[in-house]
T-cell receptor, first 110, second 117 residues
Framework: AQRVTQPEKLLSVFKGAPVELKCNYSYSGSPELFWYVQYSRQRLQLLLRHISRESIKGFTADLNKGETSFHLKKPFAQEEDSAMYYCALLTQGGSEKLVFGKGTKLTVNP | EAGVVQSPRYKIIEKKQPVAFWCNPISGHNTLYWYLQNLGQGPELLIRYENEEAVDDSQLPKDRFSAERLKGVDSTLKIQPAELGDSAVYLC???????????????FGPGTRLTVL
């Protein structure tokens, strides 16, 4: 069965410190992974997807199939990065759907 | 562009009462999704529409939940009767893709927060 695990419910760092939000997945097919973000009082929105290999707002994420991980990283956290972050896996083959992790609440302290 | 519109934003009802949520997707988006988000959890898919066809409703509890997208545009999700455990946020999302949703972004609405007393 497909599953996304975000082991940290809460993560707190200081401004300027590096940040890494962990995501591990379980899926028998070829994974397509995403990070979604929800800022306070805003709607859930796509942050980045692994197939794009892009950096958004300084965040990057690399798919590691050997470790079945898709950790989100940023070298220097900013206060405006404080938000809920959800890792999601897209299942494929007839019944495509996004499977979300439980989310990690990131707080960047001044 | 208003994005995905949902109403109401908040709803408080007593158990055993019916409730309905409405969603208007982004113009031109063929695929529409309803998700359930319980407190402390990520969203979970309830049903996915491609135009007016429900192509995946395997996670929809059909004894009390129903959904429709009659003209392939806006959609309604209904619960009848509501139970205490239905208290959650109900999210609607839409994407442009038809049948190949893997590469298209899902855009989410603000959600409806339901409280069942």
């Amino acid at each position: 069965a497909q599953r996304v695990t975000q082991p940290e419910k809460l993560l707190s760092v200081f401004k300027g410190a590096p940040v890494e939000l962990k995501c591990n997945y379980s899926y028998s097919g070829s994974p397509e992974l995403f990070w979604y973000v929800q800022y306070s009082r805003q709607r859930l929105q796509l942050l980045l997807r692994h197939i794009s290999r892009e950096s958004i707002k300084g965040f990057t994420a690399d798919l590691n199939k050997g470790e079945t991980s898709f950790h989100l990283k940023k070298p220097f956290a900013q206060e405006e990065d404080s938000a809920m972050y959800y890792c999601a896996l897209l299942t494929q083959g007839g019944s495509e759907k996004l499977v979300f992790g439980k989310g990690t609440k990131l707080t960047v302290n001044p | 562009e208003a994005g995905v519109v949902q109403s109401p934003r908040y709803k408080i009802i007593e158990k055993k009462q019916p409730v309905a949520f409405w969603c208007n997707p982004i113009s031109g988006h063929n695929t529409l999704y309803w998700y359930l988000q319980n407190l402390g959890q990520g969203p979970e898919l309830l049903i996915r529409y491609e135009n007016e066809e429900a192509v995946d409703d395997s996670q929809l509890p059909k004894d009390r939940f129903s959904a429709e997208r009659l003209k392939g545009v806006d959609s309604t999700l209904k619960i009848q009767p509501a139970e205490l455990g239905d208290s959650a946020v109900y999210l609607c999302a839409s994407s442009l893709a038809l049948g190949t949703s893997g590469t298209d972004t899902q855009y989410f609405g603000p959600g409806t927060r339901l409280t069942v007393l």
